[in-house]
T-cell receptor, first 114, second 110 residues
């Protein structure tokens, strides 16, 4: 079983709604990631937090807003999304720092924008 | 430019028919190469990490190998439960970025 926990597993939201995806890990990892994955495509990086600071933002639209309240938690706030934003949103974590380290994924949150 | 290419895109095998999946990469300096298995509708499940050319890792029917330009995932006597998409990712020496290939969809027929 994955040690990265994501909630909710499924979310349906309207284009005017505000919602959040949540992610939690208790492995002591200091790097956390948000990926977006469309059907039959590889995961696409959105954001990376390293030691609770945003280190990578892959030119993601501002309707996606990440937040890292502490080293164990990662949120993705969603507002005014478009139907094309419907996808599987994956949270992941890794040890962090300069060593080559494995990223571990959660089970994902399925988002449908109507 | 850092790049990862996986082949074939899809592979159908009879149960027991061994084969290999390929991951070719171009990266300025390799920190690590990672193999994942992904079942439909689920997050990628970690399989192996390889750090340097010549390294090999094994787990049940799977064996991953690494050279300076590519990695292979060898599947020996596969079973239907090995059916999944297998993803390869590389991490360059700089930063926390990971680059994923487009995956190989494996179907094992009983």
């Amino acid at each position: 079983d994955t040690e990265v926990t994501q909630t909710p597993k499924h979310l349906v939201m309207g284009m005017t709604n505000k919602k959040s995806l949540k992610c939690e890990q208790h492995m002591g990892h200091r790097a956390m990631y948000w990926y977006k994955q469309k059907a039959k495509k590889p995961p696409e990086l959105m954001f990376v937090y390293s030691y609770e600071k945003l280190s990578i933002n892959e030119s993601v639209p501002s309707r996606f807003s990440p937040e890292c309240p502490n080293s164990s938690l990662l949120n993705l706030h969603l507002h005014a999304l478009q139907p094309e934003d419907s996808a599987l949103y994956l949270c992941a974590s890794s040890v962090g720092g300069t060593a080559g380290n494995t990223i571990y994924f959660g089970e994902g949150s399925w988002l449908t924008v109507v | 430019e850092d790049q990862v290419t996986q082949s074939p895109e899809a592979l159908r095998l009879q149960e027991g028919e061994s084969s290999s999946l390929n991951c070719s990469y171009t990266v300025s300096g390799l920190r690590g190469l990672f193999w994942y298995r992904q079942d439909p509708g689920k997050g990628p499940e970690f399989l192996f990490t390889l750090y340097s050319a010549g390294e090999e890792k094994e787990k049940e029917r799977l064996k991953a190998t690494l050279t300076k330009k590519e990695s292979f995932l060898h599947i020996t006597a596969p079973k239907p439960e090995d059916s999944a998409t297998y993803l390869c990712a590389v991490q360059p020496n700089t930063g926390n970025q990971f680059y994923f290939g487009t995956g190989t969809s494996l179907t094992v027929i009983p």
